[in-house]
């Protein structure tokens, strides 16, 4: 059977394609844990020099390596990893530098400082975790995809281009999540990362607000107040022209 | 394709009254209101009603105006920060309540219909409930009623999710968020698999043309105020309050069998929003009434703008018109109507369109 070369290395007796995609999948399923920069780090060393042109790639689509990205992802891509190698952090030494009893005339600044961190915290285990679910998600992807692209081999139905391969890929990736993304771990996961979001979000605007009100601004949470105060009047008003209403149908002449 | 920068519909309309950030628009201007029972359109807070104009022979708003339908429409309008102590009470006994009011004026101060899209339905449902007196007959399309019956996505997207948390540190939810939670049912699907598939520059000019305008709707998502996300999201889909009658709103309980007026509610077979038992729920609450169920064969979305999309047109038109809720064309294809009789017997249903 002819096959286009771009794509021999899929076919190859179905092997060396899907050993890749199946060595992923493994790397993927074995650490749920870890951030997109741990699973490149471990491909890496389990693939050797076979599998670098790929996890050149991949490592560009998640925007860990600069080349081709344009200057958005060459601003975002540094972030990232920084995000991503936080976890190699002592974070016991971290935590004993920042959790230390605040004291003296800072003392509420310190407070709010240690709030945030422990909110930065808790986010970050937050999206470890989530990573970990997408992770499922893509190791049960590349699964499907080989089963997909067995079947079709041996159906001597060759894929024809790399759009048909996209596709395919594509498929397999949201079958893949329409199964994961119902299990209890996928929504705990996912609720978890928003409610983490919520909570550090909530820290931002207090230090926010905290400094505003130092420099005489207006914070988030005055203007809060105020919407509210005027929210309820307008809904008072509104039941007195009811109340209005009702007095000048019962006595048939308009109230002045 | 000059236009297309913002969303806007397609039809000719004119504003007849405002209220913060509410707009209340009839369609067809510059001609008297007619004799006819106006009809009164409320979408969904989450999107803009402009999928139901959105090009030239894909416009549920003009097949309707065509078919010798009275439309208004009302535009909630993009929250912003300053709205997030809206309510649902505020949207049902405020803004709703108020464009009743006006259109009802404009034609003799008789009841209305109203008719109600998505989440646009449940409003419209928890005031029919309340203001009975106020409406003539009611449509409900693609409206969820029970939120836990089917494969409901969008329940299990916010399962987890602490809602007050999420609006104590929002205050006025994004609409960039209520976008990815859309996204995050079908991300490769909606992120990718969908541009692979776009037309190219050599498509049919129209196809490409209703691509983009789809394209520019699905993004235009205006943010929500914050008490009204918490109550709709806690309230419904979590608590599925709805169904069960335990809902309430500004102290009003709502219960929906109290409904008597004629209900005409279409739902899509295919649609992976609002999965059709969450729909058809409303057939089992609305027990003294006249009600009419239809299932069109599309998707939440398909079913308005679809190749097939003339077919809610005629449903709703002939139902509004005529009572009957059949294609049209006299074969009461895939019609159930469910008559209720004075002693509270259910009957013909399937594929009869005699009520």
């Given at each position: 059977m002819l096959l286009p070369r771009p794509l021999d290395w899929l076919f190859d007796g179905a092997e060396a394609g899907a050993g890749y995609a199946e060595a992923v999948a493994r790397l993927a399923a074995a650490a749920p844990e870890a951030g997109a920069g741990q699973i490149l780090q471990r491909a890496a060393r389990e693939l050797g020099r076979s599998g670098r042109p790929i996890l050149r790639l991949w490592a560009q689509l998640w925007s860990l390596e600069e080349p081709s990205v344009g200057p958005a992802g060459r601003a975002v891509g540094p972030a990232l990893r920084a995000l991503d190698q936080l976890s190699f952090w002592p974070q016991a030494l971290l935590d004993q530098a920042i959790l230390r009893p605040a004291l003296g005339p800072l003392r509420e600044v310190a407070e709010g400082g240690q709030q945030l961190w422990l909110a930065w915290r808790e986010l970050e285990r937050a999206r470890r975790n989530w990573l970990g679910q997408q992770a499922r998600v893509q190791a049960r992807a590349q699964s499907l995809l080989v089963e997909r692209l067995r079947g079709r081999h041996q159906r001597e139905e060759p894929v024809a281009d790399l759009r048909a391969l996209s596709v395919l890929w594509l498929d397999a990736s949201e079958a893949a999540h329409a199964q994961l993304s119902r299990d209890d771990g996928f929504l705990l996961a996912q609720g978890q990362l928003v409610n983490a979001l919520s909570a550090w979000r909530v820290e931002l605007r207090e230090a926010g607000d905290g400094l505003l009100m130092r420099l005489g601004l207006p914070s988030r949470r005055e203007l809060d107040a105020a919407h509210e105060r005027i929210h309820r009047q307008g809904r008072e008003l509104r039941q007195l022209r009811r109340r209005l209403d009702q007095l000048e149908n019962s006595i048939g002449t308009p109230v002045t | 394709m000059s236009g297309l920068r913002r969303a806007e519909g397609v039809t000719p309309r004119e504003e007849i009254w405002r209220q913060d950030r509410l707009r209340l628009y009839r369609y067809g201007p510059g001609s008297a209101p007619g004799h006819g029972v106006p009809l009164l359109i409320v979408y969904a807070l989450?999107?803009?009603?402009t999928m139901l104009d959105l090009a030239p022979g894909r416009s549920f708003i003009a097949g309707l105006l065509a078919r010798g339908i009275e439309v208004y429409l009302l535009d909630w309008g993009y929250p912003d920060a300053a709205d997030r102590h809206l309510a649902f009470e505020d949207y049902l006994d405020d803004y709703l309540d108020s464009c009743v009011s006006q259109v009802s004026a404009r034609h003799g101060g008789q009841p209305i219909d109203l008719l109600g899209v998505c989440q646009g339905g449940v409003i419209s449902l928890c005031y029919a409930a309340l203001h009975p007196g106020r409406l003539r007959r009611l449509v409900t399309l693609v409206?969820?009623?029970?939120?836990?019956?089917?494969?409901?996505s969008l329940a299990r997207l916010v399962r987890d999710v602490d809602v007050d948390a999420l609006v104590d540190a929002l205050g006025t939810v994004p609409g960039e968020l209520m976008s990815a939670g859309y996204l995050a049912l079908q991300p490769h699907q909606q992120l990718v698999r969908k541009y692979l598939a776009m037309p190219g520059r050599d498509a049919d000019p129209e196809e490409r043309d209703l691509f983009l305008r789809m394209e520019q709707w699905i993004y235009d998502s205006p943010a929500q105020a914050g008490e009204m996300f918490r109550q709709f999201a806690r309230d419904?889909?979590?608590?599925?309050?709805l169904v069960r009658g335990e809902l309430e709103i500004g102290g009003q309980r709502i219960d929906l069998s109290r409904i008597r007026l004629p209900v005409l509610n279409v739902y899509g077979r295919r649609d992976h929003l609002v999965p059709p038992p969450s729909s058809q729920a409303l057939g089992r609450l609305l027990d003294g009434g006249d009600y009419t169920e239809r299932a069109i064969d599309g998707g939440h979305i398909g079913i308005f703008v679809g190749r097939r999309s003339e077919e809610l047109q005629d449903c709703v038109a002939n139902w509004l018109k005529t009572g009957a809720a059949d294609p049209g064309d006299g074969s009461g294809a895939a019609c159930r109507r469910t008559a209720i009789s004075a002693a509270g017997t259910r009957g013909g249903e399937g594929g009869s369109s005699a009520a």
């Open positions: - | 989450v999107n803009r009603p409206t969820p009623v029970d939120f836990a019956a089917g494969d409901n419904c889909f979590q608590r599925n309050l």
